[in-house]
């Protein structure tokens, strides 16, 4: 389908909707009247099973009496927290995948500065992100779900843009505005902000509409000074409320005051040697109490001004500092980096302290609705008692499992909070559940436990594995909670290879010495190699090796099969390396610069490690790492889960995934991955094999035509071989078969040794057969005598291997096997090329047909477009195609001039600087390149509507480009066996985010 009749038919498709809806409207009223009375029915249930569940948290909590007016503002609070969940349903998206709505604003709330939430009442809520940034929403969603949250108020991100348009400075109606605020927090807390006996203290956070961890500031504990620091000491103890008052000192002193963090360091270095100690929490009260009066000295020291000693004053300081943070370096940095420059600003987020570190009867913890590492439905998590957040994560004290269901190796003899504080525990169950409802995804809880009381912190969407995100979204759609799209769309096709290959054990300590491009998933360990015939004579031996090359050639073929994996210095994600370790399923780690290899000595050097020929190393193929020694691997194993999401894949995807495969076993590897077709065989590859290249080389350095043709008697029967074992490997299914491409340089020998063999072969002596060679040099190989033209020098080679393919479709038919051959010339620049060989290999398929009378094999003949001459001459091209297949690898070389074996010398320098955001060889350049697809694939189609479009450069392995090429309303991609699964689920993913927009 040509990309200008997609577009066509997806309106044509959205236009019929309205015209079917349109013609029975009275019928559709009747129904949808139904559907609303059923709606209410099911709404009022739930209304009230949700209050018997807020009653019974209530209870458990033991919560305060509510005022009657309470009461009323709780249950307007639920009335809205229905409207949220009911809005989120109908949108059918969770809320972190929704598309913010611009502006998002409420009526009424447009005027509005200051969004109050707590105790069941928001002003917000999470559709408006835009506004209140994604904390602000969220706190405001999740109160309105009635989970207790700590009290507070969002500045929106408008007074964000108030405050840097008024020059960074605060108006007297936003801190009004503040001010009413904090009285209403307050009251539910019981607490004044700044009273010497009751002090409510504050957080104050910034919170932008798309998060930017650890870019902008931070400031906790605030409303603490001379005389509230003694009002806390009352509420809890001395040392509590000393450590809280120097830690919040230490804080605004960086955030707001610009002071550099080392003076306090010293000084905390110093109190610790002082009382003779080696942890923080074991310094008593009087130390934090002398140290306060240090830090408080260092502030005016380096200020020139006292602490502020009024809550209203660090207040209004904490706030500028906080908005004055977006337009700090690293924000600005960050945002140009994630190209998020359009975001408007961050929302401050004040919210009441609330403490897992009191004594106790508290504590602090996180946890996960599902296990995240493994997708299992179980609640998960890990708590400390008498701590603070950052102690969890700290590593100083082993945090406890939550319950026996997260007992991890170590935990086992440690209690639970589900047996220490059992109340608070069956209230966050409660709450967990129905976060997760809610939200429908995996959710990350932050929370803690004040005096046995549950506070939610936070709640996001969980971190996940690959393998947890696969079982999460296959169980939920059983659970139905989302649907079988949404499964498909929450898994990150790029993570998939993860689920494929073996990967380095990262629990322990490993010695990574450098870092090279992620050419090829998985990891491999072995002895290093730096020749191919190490590698294949080490490894029949037993051994278990890494080639390290500075590139490989198709000369190294056999040694880069034979080895576990293949680390070169050189090269990009297309390059030789790249490309075939990925179709052979090898781990390969291309382009590392860094490596210093001296063939002679037979070792490498990087800083100052020496590697020889011998030693162990690991290469990661997924993360581009070099690991010095060999590294735990793990295996992974595919669940059933995988197996059903693919399932739902392939029902789902318009555009179909073929595999780039060279064997048998490959193409049926392939076919176990789910390929429905090969849209690559290349058929050089099989000119490698020992007994064979002998003769290639006899073939291309051959004097005349007869000894040529003589080489080419040799080869035929060999690659009618492989022939006939691919096409019974993929029965039925399409296989594209690509006539002779690489340079010919590629074939000829390079070292004496190769040469004397040759020689001894063609009965010549060695000095002509290096005139010989000397006459095929060429400045550029890849611009120089490559793909059709050789076809067109030297036809008799193209007429061997269309032989070879139309006698082995034959042979195989003839079986009662299905095949379907597609033969594709390479190369092609100029319609004339094509014309005239398209009648050479029209011209051999009759003889063969003729020879073989009766059967019904009839190959399709297409070309590559991967010349951009050919791109924009498509339409004059697909004259004499039946098929086109994209070489977006040549396409990308010769579209940017940049040499795909070369370009890693450079691209990282243009992707630093952001004027690339990809690796072009890696995800197509949808602006560029990409056009060059769009214009050929359109100038094709319009002469032949029925042709056949696909791609076949390493891009088809790319998710983001997948998409892409699915947009276009291509046909197929193809890409190396390991990559179909990925391809096959960014391909569904392409048509199911289609399906989305058209609703
Ligand atoms: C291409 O150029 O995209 C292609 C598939 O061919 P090769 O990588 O073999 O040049
Ligand atoms: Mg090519």
New binding site residues.
């Given amino acids: 389908m040509s990309p200008a009749k997609a577009s066509a038919k997806k309106s044509a498709r959205r236009k019929s909707a309205t015209q079917r809806s349109a013609a029975s409207k009275p019928a559709a009223k009747k129904k949808a009247a139904e559907k609303k009375t059923a709606k209410k029915k099911a709404a009022k249930k739930k209304a009230g099973k949700k209050k018997a569940v807020k009653k019974k948290a209530a209870k458990k909590r033991g919560g305060r009496k509510s005022s009657e007016g309470q009461g009323a503002r709780k249950k307007a609070g639920a009335r809205r927290a229905g409207v949220v969940r009911r809005r989120v349903q109908a949108s059918g998206q969770s809320p972190a995948t929704r598309e913010p709505r611009s502006g998002g604003v409420r009526p009424g709330v447009s005027t509005r500065r200051v969004f109050f939430f707590g105790d069941g009442e928001a002003d917000g809520g999470a559709e408006m992100r835009d506004l209140l940034g994604g904390k602000g929403a969220n706190l405001a969603e999740m109160t309105l779900l009635g989970v207790p949250v700590p009290p507070g108020f969002t500045l929106s991100t408008a007074v964000c843009s108030e405050f840097q348009d008024r020059r960074q400075k605060l108006s007297a109606a936003v801190k009004a505005d503040v001010l009413t605020a904090l009285a209403r927090v307050e009251k539910l807390m019981e607490l004044r902000f700044g009273d010497p006996e009751r002090p409510l203290l504050v957080s104050v956070r910034s919170g932008a509409r798309i998060s930017m961890p650890g870019m902008m500031d931070t400031v906790l504990n605030l409303g603490l000074t001379d005389d509230t620091v003694k009002g806390l000491a009352k509420l809890a103890d001395e040392r509590f409320a000393y450590d809280s008052y120097r830690r919040f000192i230490q804080m605004y002193a960086d955030v707001v005051l610009g002071i550099p963090l080392d003076r306090f360091e010293l000084l905390l270095e110093r109190a610790k040697s002082r009382a003779r100690v080696k942890q923080d929490t074991d310094l008593g009260g009087s130390d934090w109490r002398d140290l306060v009066a240090e830090y408080l000295e260092v502030v005016e020291e380096q200020s020139g001004r006292p602490f502020p000693q009024t809550a209203r004053e660090q207040l209004w300081g904490a706030i500028t500092a906080v908005f004055k943070s977006w337009e700090n370096d690293r924000a600005v940095a960050y945002r140009r980096l994630h190209r998020i420059e359009d975001v408007s600003g961050t929302a401050v987020n004040i919210q009441s302290m609330v403490f897992g570190n009191m004594g106790e009867d508290c504590a602090t913890g996180v946890a996960f609705t599902r296990n995240p590492s493994t997708g299992e439905p179980k609640f998960y998590g890990e708590y400390l008692k008498n701590a603070q957040g950052e102690d969890v994560v700290a590593g100083v004290r082993t945090p406890q499992p939550i319950n026996r269901a997260s007992r991890a190796p170590g935990t086992e003899e440690l209690p639970t909070l589900e047996s220490e504080m059992p109340r608070s525990y069956a209230e966050l169950g409660l709450i967990y559940r129905s976060l997760e409802k809610h939200y429908r995804d995996m959710q990350d809880i932050e929370f803690t436990i004040q005096g046995g009381k549950l506070w939610i912190l936070q709640t996001r969407n969980g971190k996940r594995t690959s393998a947890a995100a696969v079982q999460i979204a296959v169980d939920m759609v059983k659970e139905r909670l989302i649907s079988r799209e949404e499964a498909v769309l929450r898994v990150d096709a790029s993570s998939v290879d993860q689920l494929l290959h073996p990967a380095v054990d990262r629990s322990l300590d490993l010695q990574v010495i450098a870092r090279g491009l992620p050419a090829s998933p998985g990891a491999a360990v072995g002895r290093v190699v730096f020749s191919a015939e190490d590698a294949e004579s080490r490894a029949k031996a037993g051994e278990k090796v890494v080639l390290v090359r500075t590139d490989t050639s198709p000369e190294d073929i056999l040694g880069m099969h034979a080895a576990q994996g293949v680390l070169t210095a050189k090269g990009g994600m297309?390059s030789h390396a790249a490309?075939v370790a990925r179709g052979m399923g090898k781990s390969c780690v291309a382009g590392c610069g860094a490596l210093a290899i001296d063939y002679a000595m037979g070792e490498m050097r990087v800083d100052n490690h020496v590697v020889r020929a011998g030693d162990w190393i690991t290469i990661d193929g997924s993360s581009g790492e070099v690991i010095l020694g060999s590294a735990p691997t793990v295996t992974p194993e595919l669940s059933p889960a995988f197996t059903e999401l693919m399932r739902w894949t392939d029902r789902m995807a318009r555009i179909k995934v073929r595999t780039?495969a060279d064997t048998p076993q490959d193409a049926e590897l392939a076919r176990s991955f789910g390929a429905c077709g090969i849209g690559?065989c290349?058929t050089e590859h099989m000119f490698f094999e020992p007994e064979r290249i002998l003769i290639v080389r006899q073939m291309i350095l051959a004097g005349d035509l007869d000894s040529r043709e003589a080489a080419l008697a040799r080869l035929l029967p060999v690659q009618r071989k492989d022939f006939e074992g691919i096409f019974r490997a993929m029965e039925g299914l399409p296989v594209t078969v690509r006539l002779l491409?690489?340079p010919l340089h590629e074939f000829l020998p390079q070292s004496d040794h190769g040469m004397e063999a040759v020689a001894r072969a063609m009965g010549i002596p060695i000095q002509e057969l290096k005139a010989r060679l000397e006459a095929l040099r060429e400045f550029n190989p890849m611009l120089g005598h490559r793909g059709c033209r050789v076809g067109i020098s030297y036809p008799e080679i193209y007429r061997m291997q269309v032989r070879a393919i139309t006698e082995a479709a034959c042979a195989v038919a003839a079986d009662g096997v299905k095949v379907k051959p597609e033969i594709m010339v390479?190369l092609i620049a100029h319609p004339g090329e094509l014309r005239l060989l398209r009648t050479e290999v029209e011209s051999v398929i009759a003889a063969v047909r003729k020879e073989n009378p009766g059967t019904r094999v009839r190959p399709s003949i297409g070309t590559?477009i991967?010349v951009p001459r050919a791109a924009l001459q498509a339409d004059v091209i697909a004259e004499y195609a039946d098929f086109f297949s994209?070489?977006?690898?040549?396409?990308t070389?010769m579209g940017y001039a940049m040499s795909r074996d070369d370009a890693n010398s450079f691209l990282p320098d243009y992707i630093e600087q952001g004027i690339l955001r990809d690796d072009p060889f890696a995800s197509i350049d949808e602006d560029g390149i990409g056009q060059l697809v769009r214009l050929g694939a359109e100038r094709g189609r319009k002469v032949r509507p029925d042709l056949q479009l696909g791609v076949?450069?390493?891009h088809g392995g790319d998710p983001q480009s997948v998409r892409f090429f699915a947009d276009l309303g291509l046909d197929y991609v193809s890409c190396s066996p390991y990559r179909v699964p990925a391809a096959r689920l960014a391909a569904a993913q392409a048509a199911a985010a289609d399906r989305r927009e058209d609703q």
């Fill in positions: 297309t490309v780039n690559l290349r491409d690489p390479p590559m991967e994209f070489g977006t690898n040549d396409l070389q076949c450069g390493e």
